[in-house]
């Protein structure tokens, strides 16, 4: 039986290394540079170096079988990208571009979400000068991410235990049949946000009022090491774009 | 018969993080058993096993003689029906009929047959003004008797309920316990996982305590009832007339122990009115 | 000192066609410790509701009659005020626990109030001490038991110091054992510093060894508000549909023979009494 694995994709699992440590504004940076790096990058060969740094990260990090397994997930929908591709360009380094970028893009996204967690990231907007409002909303929603995905983990199993068959018939059927899971999922998730609603307004949620965050950011050495480390291999690559340095040529 | 033989499970797969740690228990027909425990010793993981949600990643489990890695979790649902904690979450039909009926049509009944076994589920569970209501308009605790009968329509031989009584008030809770009586003396094999000790002192025989993904214990009600340090290790208390009979006899004013609380009463009783007879000589 | 009253209160949640409350009305001195119970839905959660002020700021609805707390008005006053004096604990905490780790969401509700970091320090670790829960400061929640998270979520309640707290079916996901840990801790709350504790609980005989007011909501209207023990005698004769706790159906049946004046609320109680009658 399959369990329902979307929330993988942006979770945060505790593990004890240096990345998880680093400074959250750090990471963050660095994961919207090699984002707007993925989407700027013109060249396969560039682009397939740029996986080596990020690879790199998630080994250090741990969570490489993670991204993988995320990318495994994905691999239908790589797939369709790069037939899609292939078939309208015609040429096979054309279609990868599309390809690594989606997987550095998301690369660059899950090594920030799953060494951060949602208070760190809420706290990193914040002293990105966010507006209150926005970085809590942000962080309510990647905490309860576990919760919902249990949540539909249990309705699931209750309907399967009602002898519902989600592996069969057609594609329509399958659709049909998908609709015992996602009603109640819809209509818990709009009760637990009530309920959560509930709780942060009598605990004295204000995003009007100041806000002092209980925790205090600080960088370190490791944080301006890594975020120099990275700023020299992404800026090498854009000099290399722009001087039109080819490794290969197709 | 639900044969559990030496069953370890990990959701990982991995034995180093295992959530049941070679649990093996046999459940007869016909029997009524509560599982007791922690949250966390692993009783929601093992009944998931008994229907096939999960499967062993390590021994077997058998029901009725098939093992349940080569039965879909539709197949052992017609005989195993799961009641999970909360159950009125997963509704999601117009109508209390259609809410009854969906299992039914799961399993194949033919739609008089279905209208027949409805109206009789929603008669014995009080809920017949409903038929066409709503789910979502019912009480808190019509709606849990909806989810359960909504189980119970197809009529599986055994039924296993985790926490039926969770959230529910006294009035609910003494329907619920009718109705859990009703099909222990239909024949039906019961199995519930609980909290609720007094609940269970009052209405189950055999007991299962269970602690860290394994079974501790395996017997009589009244026997582990009056252990009060290895309940207290499972992070529960000793049913009230335990505890009085334990005080009672440390006192030197009770010799032997309560039956149960019918028992208790009577031995109380006759304590008092011995004091009476005293005093009328 | 009244902390809490209500006069003539009614309500009427939006989209609905009947009552949650009925002409409510009620006092509170400092310092109580009452035991709020009831069939579902007969209003105990709307009672709570209208204390903190999330009725009527949040539930809206048809609302007629006063509540003060202290001296303000409620249905006048924004929660974030009323929270300063009235600490809520829901049942489920899943929904209350917003942070990752320990520290952090005991503090979540200080970082709204203007304290600098030292402060929220030192009230973090003042409520870890109290609660007894200091050896779990630096631990991340999803390590935690139930019984753990509810305590950290009382915790972040009372870091603000609330001279009130409604605790809505706190027990409810947790085991008994921890459950019991929770109430007695409450007692020690009101006891120590006098804070006034308002317990919404079915499971009475647990809460009936704690509490020194019982007060029943059914359908709307407060049918029974009496000290701890009239109140259990009273349910002798009518249920209410709550609870009846074990010790207090076998007074119950024993009640003619004049053993007990009152329904005993503990196993010790109890045992002393017989034994004092059995010796004569």
């Not at chain 1, 998880?20 to 790096?37: E, G």
């Not at chain 3, 019991?180 to 317990?199: A, D, G, P, V």
Request: proline residues 3%; neutral net charge; contains cysteine.
């Amino acid at each position: 039986m399959r369990r329902i694995n979307i929330a993988r994709f942006l979770e945060f699992e505790y593990k004890d290394n240096i990345i998880f440590k680093l400074d959250p504004r750090v990471k963050l940076i660095t994961s919207i540079l090699y984002m707007v790096l993925a989407i700027v990058l013109n060249d396969v060969s560039l682009l397939a170096i740029m996986l080596i740094p990020l690879i790199v990260i998630t080994l250090l990090a741990r969570v490489l079988v993670k991204f993988a397994k995320s990318m495994l997930t994905l691999s239908p929908f790589i797939a369709l990208i790069l037939i899609v591709n292939y078939l309208t360009l015609n040429s096979l380094t054309g279609s990868l571009i599309p390809v690594l970028r989606f997987i550095l893009f998301l690369a660059a996204i899950d090594i920030f979400f799953f060494t951060t967690s949602p208070d760190d990231f809420g706290i990193s907007l914040e002293y990105m000068r966010l507006p209150l409002s926005i970085s809590l909303s942000f962080m309510l929603a990647l905490r309860f991410i576990p919760t919902m995905a249990t949540l539909v983990n249990d309705i699931l199993d209750a309907q399967l235990s009602r002898g519902l068959k989600i592996d069969q018939g057609g594609f329509m059927k399958r659709i049909k049949n998908i609709m015992p899971v996602i009603i109640p999922v819809i209509i818990l998730s709009i009760k637990k946000s009530i309920e959560v609603a509930e709780s942060l307004e009598v605990r004295g949620l204000n995003p009007y009022s100041k806000h002092t965050p209980y925790v205090e950011l600080n960088i370190s050495k490791n944080d301006i090491l890594f975020l120099a480390i990275n700023i020299i291999i992404i800026v090498s690559l854009v000099m290399l774009s722009i001087l039109n340095i080819r490794f290969f040529c197709f | 018969m639900i044969s559990v033989e030496g069953l370890y499970f990990s959701y990982t797969g991995r034995m180093d993080d295992l959530v049941l740690d070679n649990v093996s228990l046999e459940i007869r027909e016909g029997e009524a058993l509560a599982i007791l425990g922690d949250n966390g010793a692993g009783k929601t993981t093992l009944i998931k096993h008994f229907n096939g949600l999960l499967k062993p990643t390590k021994g077997v489990v058998y029901v009725d003689g098939v093992d349940t890695r080569r039965a879909s979790v539709s197949e052992l649902s017609a005989k195993v029906g799961v009641v999970f904690q909360y159950p009125e979450k997963m509704f999601f039909n117009k109508t209390v009929y259609d809410e009854i009926a969906f299992g039914l049509r799961n399993f194949g009944y033919n739609e008089k047959t279905i209208e027949r076994i409805v109206d009789n589920v929603l008669s014995i569970f009080w809920l017949s003004k409903y038929k066409y209501e709503s789910p979502f308009s019912l009480s808190g605790g019509e709606q849990r008797r909806l989810a359960i009968a909504s189980v119970i329509a197809w009529n599986p031989k055994y039924i296993i309920l985790d926490e039926p009584t969770a959230g529910q008030d006294a009035i609910q809770r003494e329907l619920i316990t009718n109705l859990i009586n009703i099909f222990i003396e239909r024949g039906k094999t019961v199995v519930i996982v609980t909290h609720d000790v007094e609940y269970v002192a009052e209405n189950f025989k055999r007991v299962i305590l269970m602690d860290r993904g394994r079974i501790i214990y395996d017997g009589e009600v009244s026997d582990l009832f009056r252990r009060r340090s290895l309940l207290e290790r499972c992070n529960l208390l000793q049913p009230t007339i335990y505890k009085l009979e334990s005080r009672l006899i440390e006192d030197g004013i009770l010799k032997d122990g309560f039956r149960d609380f019918r028992d208790a009463l009577r031995k109380i009783e006759d304590l008092i009115k011995s004091v009476k007879i005293d005093e009328e000589d | 000192m009244k902390c809490i009253r209500i006069r003539g209160l009614t309500f009427k949640y939006s989209g609905c066609e009947w009552y949650a409350l009925k002409n409510v009305s009620l006092d509170v001195e400092e310092g109580e410790f009452i035991l709020v119970s009831g069939p579902s839905g007969g209003g105990k959660t709307t009672l709570a509701r209208t204390i903190v002020g999330l009725i009527p700021h949040f539930y809206h609805g048809v609302y007629n009659g006063e509540v003060y707390v202290y001296d303000m008005l409620v249905s006048k006053t924004p929660i974030f005020e009323i929270s300063r004096y009235v600490g809520y604990l829901f049942q489920n905490p899943e929904n209350q626990i917003f942070m990752t780790t320990v520290e952090r969401d005991i503090a979540f509700g200080l970082e709204f109030r203007g304290f600098n970091r030292d402060e929220m320090r030192e009230r973090v670790r003042r409520v870890l001490k109290i609660l007894n829960i200091e050896h779990l400061a630096g631990r991340r929640i999803d390590e935690l038991s139930g019984g753990e998270k509810q305590k950290v979520a009382l915790a972040g309640v009372l870091a603000l110091n609330p001279k009130i707290i409604i605790l809505d079916e706190p027990t409810a996901y947790l085991a008994p054992k921890s459950a019991l840990e929770l109430m007695r801790f409450l007692k020690k709350l009101n006891e120590e510093y006098n804070t006034t504790i308002i317990l919404i609980d079915h499971r009475l005989d647990l809460a009936s060894q704690v509490a020194s007011r019982l007060i029943i909501v059914s359908e709307g209207e407060i049918v029974l508000d009496k000290p701890i023990r009239e109140g259990f005698s009273e349910i002798v004769y009518k249920r209410y549909g709550v609870n009846v706790p074990t010790l207090v159906r076998i007074y119950e049946k024993v009640r003619r023979y004049g053993v007990f004046k009152h329904p005993p609320l503990s196993v010790d109680e109890f045992t002393s009494i017989l034994k004092m009658y059995l010796k004569r």
